[in-house]
C-alpha cells in the first residue's frame, strides 16, 4: 500500500521546483498542473505538458541517480494531488531484478534527453502566472490516462 496524503494547491503555485532534491511523487486527483523546464541560456520557463486527472508527476527523480528534480510543476488551477512518499514507492522498487532496476533508469534518461531535445524546439513560456494559466487544456492523452482512483493511498 503506498503511504501518503491529500494535499490542495492554489492555482499558480509552485509544486516542485527543478533541481530540488525529490522526497515524493505526485498522482492529481483533481486540476491541471504544468511542467515546464527552465532554459539554460535564457532562464525562462519552457512548457513541456500540462496534466490533470489522474496523471503522475515528480516521479523521475527516482530514476535518476542524482535524486534532482529536472522540471518545474506549477498549479495551472486550483489542484488537489495525493502525496506519495519516495520511501512508499521504494519498498516496490527494491523488488524489481539488478535488470528491472537498470532498465527503469536507462527509461529516464531517454525520457531526459528527449525533454532537451524536445526544448530546443519548444516556445517559450512568457507572461503572468495569470494570462499562462487563464485556459489550460486537458491532457491529450487523457483517455489513456492511468486511472489512479482505485488505488489505495493511506495517510498514515
Known sequence: MLQGYEQRFATGE???HQ??????LFI?????VMICRESAESGDLLRIAELGPGHMFGEMYLLSHEHT?????IAASEVTAYV???DSVAQDFQKMSPFQ???FREMGRRVN????SYLGRSAVWSGTAASAFSSPQAPDDAEESIQWRDATISSS
Open 28 to 32: 492529481i486527483k483533481l486540476g491541471t
Open 101 to 103: 532496476k537498470i532498465m
Open 113 to 116: 534527453d528527449m525533454n532537451e
Open 84 to 86: 506519495v512518499f519516495e
Open 14 to 16: 509552485t509544486i516542485i
Open 19 to 24: 533541481g530540488a532534491q525529490g522526497d515524493r
Open 69 to 73: 528534480r529536472n522540471a518545474t510543476a
